[in-house]
């Protein structure tokens, strides 16, 4: 009864595996996306939004402008990214998730004891019910989707709010 919403950028990667476990867990999913619906393997519009109708575009193109409206529209922010990955965006995330004072919990999905550290943070008092997922792009960090899918729907199964 703790997750009542999935917020998501839907950017190949960490931010589809999201958006793809909330709907296989029945659990309400949104978030922003930017203009045009774009992602980096749907350039073109309407991009993300044929798919995922439940996002919203930004005004901007620029996909920071998403990074910060989904932060800032969540309770808590957990990042999903594996060992020696850099991404520029998830740097990004994490920089806004601690400047707005949002409860932020950055791991990798193939640490062995994931789920668990999944389940601690969203059962904690700070992180409400509006959970923003985020990570790198499925180029920056390949088979992250699948990890990352497969965490979350074995973390959030328990947890979510049907």
């Known amino acids: 009864m703790l997750i009542r919403r999935i917020v998501s950028g839907g950017q190949s990667g960490a931010d589809r595996a999201a958006l793809d476990a909330a709907i296989g867990l029945g659990v309400e999913y949104g978030g922003w996306c930017p203009a045009g619906g774009w992602a980096e393997d749907l350039p073109d519009p309407p991009g993300l939004l044929a798919a995922y109708p439940g996002l919203r575009e930004t005004p901007s193109a620029d996909p920071a402008q998403r990074t910060e409206w989904n932060v800032r529209d969540s309770d808590a922010t957990l990042i999903l990214v594996p060992a020696g990955v850099t991404s520029p965006g998830t740097l990004l995330t994490e920089a806004l998730a601690k400047r707005m004072g949002r409860p932020l919990l950055r791991l990798d999905p193939s640490d062995r004891d994931a789920v668990a550290a999944v389940i601690g943070f969203v059962q904690g008092d700070s992180t409400g019910t509006r959970l923003n997922v985020a990570g790198p ?8 989707h699948a990890a990352a899918r497969l965490l979350l729907e074995d973390a959030l199964r328990p947890i979510a709010d049907s």
């Open 137 to 144: 792009r499925e180029s920056e960090a390949s088979g992250l």
